[in-house]
């Protein structure tokens, strides 16, 4: 059927012109047609506008650990199509993947014959399912976009996660906090253990509500467990049965509080009969790390990437470079999705870069020079090719200099690869 990867790569790409479809209809479908293969998972699933990359490192960091074979499903990628999908951080391979598909093509012909093609992502994570379904104990699940009519939303998790609100896909989601987390509370389930970062009180609102409903226990950062004692990378988690000293490697406050969330986390799966402790668990913490979040990826020189790709995540990542490279010179390359609130997220980096460089990349949402007219002035340039813009910002570098790449995780996918 598919011969070869390309050909199923090739196969894949042809949905991306059907765009996103919310809904979970298709998603029934064709897992009934494949006797619900998902029922197979012991399943987190973690939602959240920022931060879901995080915490699903901390937790696959710690579940590995203690000998646990671990999935995981994460949007988006960094690089290749495969890297969504991983068990025991190893991507699916070839045969894994075109097996996997195989599986499913029969039921996707059905689909389409009815005028109801599956898309790309809906296909993506079907193989995540049944490839993870047989080879795992458990698996951590990323949201796509928003919750109640993610893809994703079609599993039945032992334990959900929302990170943080922010207002991100605001044409899909709605454009207030409470709108944006009545979709992502829709990943909240019956008697099902919740735990959130979310702070904003219009956001938590909505979750504590939802949890209510669905009499789901409820664990909220700052109420049923607390960070206190903060500094640098360090600081003590407290909560009713727990008081723990947690160091980690990730850079940014933000980090401290997704490691909180995590440990939360393990601590209700402890509860829930997994073989956790301490000891292993605060090493894993302290171990783990997400390429392309603040990533140093040159030393010589400093060049660090970080896929913040809305406006709340260029805040956080604002705050993380005032706080590591308040004394030195800081030059900045910019590339975005043209459906991202690209003007406000330049206006908080405006102040903090001694020159911003906007670019594009070679991808069909990619932002291009027309999407940044009239917003260049004194220290923002636009330059199309972002190679050669990096060249010239690394030939030019002084040592007292940092260069930092900020955007889209697909562009600093590419800029990742083109170092690492």
Known sequence: MFTDIKSAISFMKERQNLGIKPGLHRMEYMLEALHHPEKKLKVIHVGGTN???????????????????????????????????????????????????EQLYPVIQRLDEQDNSPTEFEILVMIAIVYLATNVDIAIFEVGMGGKEDSTNCLRPILSIITTIGLDHTS??????AEIAEHKAGIIKPFTPIITGVQQKEALN???????????????????????????????????????????????????????????????????????????TLQALKEAHVPGRFEVISLHPTI?????????????????????????????LFAVFCDKPFVKMLDALQNEFDEIIVTTFNHPRSAKREDFYEIFHDNLFYQEDWKLALDTMIDDAKEDEAIFVVGSLHFVGKVRKHFV
Request: proline share 1%; with cysteine.
């Open 51 to 101: 931060g879901k990359g995080s915490v699903t490192s901390f937790l696959e960091e710690a579940l590995l650990k203690h000998n646990y074979n671990v999935g995981t499903f994460t949007s988006p990628s960094l690089d290749r199509l495969h890297d969504h999908i991983q068990r025991n951080k190893q991507s699916i391979t070839d045969d894994e993947f075109i097996q996997s598909l």
């Open 172 to 177: 899909f989601l709605g454009e207030s906090y």
């Open 206 to 280: 909505v979750i504590e509500r939802k949890a209510s409903q669905e009499d789901a226990v409820i664990y909220r950062l700052g109420q049923e467990f607390h960070i206190k004692s903060i500094h640098e990378q360090t600081c003590t988690f407290i909560a009713s049965k727990h008081s723990v000293d947690i160091e980690i490697q990730m850079k940014g406050m933000h980090q401290i509080e997704n490691a909180a969330v995590a440990l939360m986390g393990l601590y209700v799966l402890k509860e829930q009969g997994f073989n956790l402790n301490d000891p292993i």
């Open 304 to 332: 660090i990437v970080d896929g913040a790709h809305n406006v709340e995540g260029i805040q956080t990542f604002v705050q993380t470079v005032k706080r590591y490279y308040q004394k030195k010179k800081k030059r900045l």
